[in-house]
C-alpha cells in the first residue's frame, strides 16, 4: 500500500504503509461467533460468482506500479478508488487521463469515487465522481458543487470486459505469468442478465473539463462558502482597493453567491437552511439574487489615504455594486497622521519622507509600512463591529487578498492587510488571476474587472507626480511573468540559485545574456531569503498550486537562509565567465518579448518536469501529477 508524502499530505510521518501480508489476531467477541483466532492483513479482493472487485487508494492511481496493474492480470473485472484528492489548477486531466490509462491497457471497470467539499484547511476536494470501462469514460459527476453527497451510477457489460482483455495477447502472456493475489469468495452475484428492452450499458460521454480560470472562481467560491457555513460565521469583510487582487477575491465571493442562488432554486435544502442562517432571513425568505445574497454577506472597505487615486476608489465602489456587497469608503489620512505625530513627539526634530521628497529608502518603506499596517487593524475592527452596528448577529471573517508571487518574493508588509482570516487566492500566480479578471467580466456579469486588469498594478502607498508612479513590477524589481517561473523551479522542481541559473539560461536563451540571467536569480535569491520569515505568519490559503509559499507547515524547508548565499553567487559568477564567451548576442525580437525563445515555445508541447514544461500556460506542466 502507498501514502501520499508530498506537498500538502505528510501521511508517512504519521502512518506506516503495508509492506507486507501480516496476520492479525480476532477480537475476543469475533472469536467467540465465528471460532477464527486470525486474520490475514493486507492486499486482496472479493471474489463473487460473477466477477472479482478490488480497491486502491487514491496515491496508488498515481504511482508507477499501480496496483490495478496486478489486479487486473490477475482477473479482477471492477476496481474501486475512494480518493481523497484536493483540487489543483489544471490537475482533473491528470486524473482521468490516469483513469484512462489503466482501463485502457488492462481492459476492466473503474470506479472513481472522491470527496467533496472542504477539509477545514487550505484543501478543496473537487469531486467528480466517474466511472471507467475499458478506457471509455461512461459516467462522470459534477466537479465543483455545494451539495454535501451526489450519487454518479452507470451500466456496465462485464462481458465487454472480457472480450477487451481476450483481444490482447501481451496481456493474456503477462496474466498467465502474474502472482496470485489472496481473495475473498463471496456467495453472491453483482451483475444480472441483460434486459435490452429497458436495461443496457451507458455510452460513452465527452469528459468536462472547466478551463482554468472557471476553477479559479468554482474551487475557491466552494471552498469559502463551506468554510463560512461551518465557522459560525456570518459573513466577510474584504478591504477592497480597486486593484487586481482584491477584486479577483471580490468576484470569487460574488460567484459563491452566484452558486448558492442556484442551489436554493434547485431545492437543496441543506444549502436554503444555511443560507437562511447566514443570511438572517425571516418569514420564510430566501435568498434570490445573487447581489441581494451578496449585500448581506459581502462587506467591502476602501480604505483611502492622501496616496490613493480617483481611479481605484471608483473601480472598487462600481464593482461592489454589481456584485451587490455592503461596502464602505473610509479616509484613513487621520490615523496615519496620528502615528506620525506620536513619532514626532518622540523624537522631536525627526519628520519622515517620502523617496519622492527627498527621503532616505528607510523612511519610505516606513511610510508606506504605516498605511498597510494601520488597514490590517481598520478591517479587523470593521468585522467584528459590522454585524452590530447594523443590528445583525454573528461576526465576520476577514479575507486576505495577497496572491503567490507576492508571497514568494515577499512583496507584502508583515500585518498588513495581507494578515486575514483566509485568503482565496493565496495558492494562484498573478498571470492566472489576471486572465480570471478577463474571464469574470464575460462570464460572471462584472464588467469592471475588465479595467481592473488592464490597470497597471500598484500599491498606492507613494505619492503620485508629475514625474513618478509607483507600480509593483518596478518596486520588485522583477515582472510577475519572472517571478511565477521562479516559483516552479524553486517549490517544484527544488531548484537553489545554481540550478535556476542554469535552467534560465535555457529557458532565456536568445533574449538574455548569462551575466543578466545571473543577476535576476541573485535578486530574487536574496529578496527570497530576507523575507522568508514572512512565512511563518502567512494567512492560510486555499491550495491552488504546488508552488504554493507555505511556511513549514507543508514546505519543511527552513526560513532562515545566509541572504549573501556565498558558496551559490560564487559558482554562478564562475558559471557566466565560462558561457558568457560562447554564447551569442541576444536578439532584438527575444528581447523585447515579440517572439517566444525555443523553449517557450516549447512549453504548451511539454509535460515532463523540465525547463519548458515549467510554464502555468500548460495544463499538464504545472507538477500536479500527485494525489
Known amino acids: 500500500m502507498e501514502l501520499c508524502a508530498t506537498s500538502v499530505y505528510q501521511l508517512k510521518n504519521v502512518e506506516c504503509a503495508i509492506t507486507a501480508e501480516p496476520t492479525a489476531l480476532m477480537a475476543k467477541s469475533y472469536l467467540e461467533v465465528t471460532g477464527q483466532e486470525t486474520v490475514p492483513f493486507g492486499d486482496g479482493y472479493l471474489s463473487f460468482e460473477d466477477t472479482g472487485v478490488a480497491s486502491e487508494t487514491c496515491e496508488e492511481l498515481f504511482t508507477p506500479s499501480a496496483p490495478h496493474i496486478g489486479l487486473s492480470l490477475g482477473g479482477v473485472e471492477i476496481i474501486a478508488n475512494g480518493s481523497g484528492s484536493h483540487h489543483q489548477l489544471r490537475k482533473l486531466n491528470t486524473r482521468i487521463e490516469l483513469m484512462q490509462s489503466a482501463t485502457s491497457k488492462c481492459g476492466g471497470v473503474y470506479m472513481y469515487a472522491n470527496q467533496q467539499g472542504c477539509d477545514g484547511g487550505r484543501l478543496y476536494y473537487d469531486g467528480c465522481a466517474c466511472i471507467m470501462v475499458n478506457g471509455d469514460v461512461v459516467a462522470q459527476g459534477s466537479q465543483f458543487s455545494m451539495k454535501d453527497v451526489e450519487v454518479v451510477t452507470a451500466c456496465v457489460d462485464l462481458d465487454a470486459v472480457s472480450s477487451f482483455r481476450g483481444t490482447i495477447s501481451s496481456l493474456r502472456e503477462q496474466a498467465s505469468q502474474e502472482p496470485r493475489t489472496p481473495s475473498i469468495a463471496v456467495k ?19 469528459v468536462r473539463y472547466h478551463d482554468p480560470y472557471e476553477e479559479i472562481a468554482l474551487g475557491p467560491a466552494c471552498w469559502l462558502w463551506d468554510y463560512l457555513r461551518r465557522s459560525g460565521a456570518t459573513g466577510y469583510l ?22 448558492v442562488v442556484k442551489a436554493v432554486r434547485e431545492g437543496d435544502k441543506q444549502v436554503i437552511a444555511d443560507a437562511i442562517r447566514m443570511g438572517n432571513y425571516r418569514n420564510d425568505e430566501v435568498p434570490e439574487s445573487a447581489d441581494e445574497f ?12 492622501e496616496n490613493s487615486s480617483h481611479a481605484t476608489r471608483d473601480r472598487a465602489k462600481r464593482l461592489a455594486g454589481e456584485i451587490g456587497a455592503s461596502h464602505l469608503n473610509v479616509n484613513i489620512d487621520v490615523v496615519v497622521k496620528a502615528l506620525l505625530t506620536l513619532f514626532e513627539s518622540v523624537f522631536p526634530g525627526r519628520k519622515l519622507r517620502y523617496k519622492v521628497h527627498g527621503g532616505t529608502q528607510t523612511e519610505n518603506l516606513a511610510l508606506q509600512n504605516i498605511q498597510a499596517r494601520i488597514r490590517m487593524v481598520i478591517a479587523f475592527m470593521l468585522a467584528s463591529l459590522m454585524p452590530w452596528v447594523r443590528s445583525k448577529p454573528g461576526f465576520l471573517l476577514v479575507l486576505g487578498s495577497a496572491n503567490v508571487d507576492e508571497g514568494l518574493r515577499g512583496y507584502l508588509t508583515k500585518y498588513d492587510c495581507s494578515s486575514a482570516d483566509i485568503n482565496p487566492i493565496g495558492g494562484i500566480s498573478k498571470g492566472d488571476i489576471r486572465a480570471f479578471l478577463r474571464w469574470g467580466a464575460l462570464n460572471l456579469g462584472y464588467g469592471t474587472l475588465a479595467e481592473v486588469e488592464g490597470a497597471p498594478p500598484t500599491a498606492e502607498l507613494e505619492p503620485i507626480t508629475v514625474k513618478y508612479t509607483q507600480t509593483d ?63 511563518t505568519t502567512l494567512t492560510p490559503s486555499y491550495h491552488a498550486e ?18 549573501r548565499w556565498p558558496w551559490q553567487f560564487r559558482r ?10 560562447s554564447m551569442p548576442e541576444p536578439l532584438t525580437e527575444f528581447r523585447q518579448h515579440m517572439q517566444p525563445t525555443a523553449a517557450e515555445a516549447a512549453a504548451p508541447n511539454s509535460t515532463g518536469l523540465g525547463v519548458p514544461a515549467a510554464s502555468s500556460g500548460n495544463p499538464q506542466a504545472s507538477g500536479n501529477l500527485q494525489k
Open 188 to 206: 453472491f452475484k453483482l451483475s444480472r442478465p441483460m434486459n435490452m428492452a429497458n436495461h443496457f450499458p451507458s455510452l460513452p460521454i465527452k
Open 546 to 563: 504546488n508552488y504554493s509559499p507555505e511556511d513549514n507547515r507543508y514546505d519543511l524547508r527552513q526560513f532562515l537562509y545566509n541572504t
Open 572 to 581: 554562478i559568477d564562475q558559471l557566466v565567465d565560462k558561457y558568457e564567451t
Open 473 to 535: 513590477e518596478i518596486d520588485m524589481g522583477m515582472t510577475y511573468e519572472e517571478l511565477g517561473m521562479y516559483g516552479r523551479l524553486r517549490k517544484i522542481f527544488r531548484c537553489g540559485p545554481v540550478s535556476m541559473f542554469e535552467n534560465l539560461c535555457i529557458r532565456w536563451h536568445g533574449r538574455l545574456t548569462p551575466a543578466e540571467v545571473a543577476q535576476k536569480v541573485k535578486d530574487f535569491f536574496k529578496y527570497y531569503s530576507i523575507n522568508r520569515h514572512k512565512m
Open 294 to 305: 451578496a449585500q448581506r454577506l459581502l462587506h467591502t472597505v476602501y480604505m483611502g489615504t
Open 238 to 259: 474584504l478591504p477592497l482597493s480597486g486593484g487586481a487582487d482584491s477584486s479577483s477575491v471580490a468576484a470569487i465571493v460574488g460567484c459563491m453567491c452566484q452558486l
